[in-house]
């Protein structure tokens, strides 16, 4: 069983629509949960942060954590065509972080 | 505000040939540092990470190898590159609990 597990994808949505990425971590021990956004070619960048049990909202990103499921995800909104990327989750835990293999999300206009 | 500078963007070297990836941070004290590789259409794989000068662990047995001369100073480093050495090469910093910023990348192709 891997580390850290995404969705596998890829994932479609029309413009508009709410996209879903889901994540499941194995380490109880983790302490901080991140989603990066990945355009093809580029590096990740950091899109959220979460660190306690519930949900964060900013702007059109919603990040959930449920540690008891041991599982994260992100909600992005009001899809737009630049929000087609790849995202990986992140799991902290021993100063290092640990990622999935990432969802490919293209949303269509 | 912190920088983080990676070099050069891309790479081609032939199979045999030494690799070295130099990577600096400015703006910030005693971070840790990490190399990462990517394979096309795959996660980042964690290769070493740093806790401070002259601290390296290593996550996957390989031919390659890192080093922390200064604080803020993070390189990869390769005796003989393999053609399974090509990807896409990622160094970041961070401050735990924090997340990693990434450079922008090498992305080397052995041939």
């Known amino acids: 069983q891997k580390e850290v597990e995404q969705n596998s994808g890829p994932l479609s949505v029309p413009e508009g629509a709410i996209a879903s990425l889901n994540c499941t971590y194995s380490d109880r021990g983790s302490q901080s949960f991140f989603w990066y956004r990945q355009y093809s070619g580029k590096s990740p960048e950091l899109i959220m942060f979460?660190?306690?049990?519930g949900d964060k909202e900013d702007g059109r990103f919603t990040a959930q954590l449920n540690k008891a499921s041991q599982y994260v995800s992100l909600l992005i909104r009001d899809s737009q065509p630049s929000d087609s990327a790849t995202y990986l989750c992140a799991v902290n835990g021993a100063g290092k972080s640990t990622f999935g293999d990432g969802t490919t999300l293209t949303v269509k206009p | 505000s912190q920088t983080i500078h990676q070099w050069p963007a891309t790479l081609v070297q032939p199979v045999g040939s030494p690799l070295s990836l130099e990577c600096t941070v400015e703006?910030?004290?005693?971070?840790?540092l990490y190399w990462y590789r990517q394979a096309a259409g795959r996660g980042l794989q964690l290769l070493f990470y740093s806790v401070g000068i002259g601290q390296i662990s290593s996550e996957v047995p390989q031919n390659l190898s890192a080093s922390r001369p200064q604080d803020r100073q993070f390189i990869l480093s390769s005796k003989k590159l393999l053609l399974s050495d090509s990807g896409f090469y990622l160094c970041?910093?961070?401050?735990?609990?924090?997340?990693?910023?990434f450079g922008s990348g090498t992305r080397l192709t052995v041939v």
């Open positions: 970041a910093w961070s401050i735990p609990p924090d997340a990693n910023t």
């Open positions: 703006g910030t004290s005693n971070p840790n």
């Open positions: 979460i660190y306690s049990n």
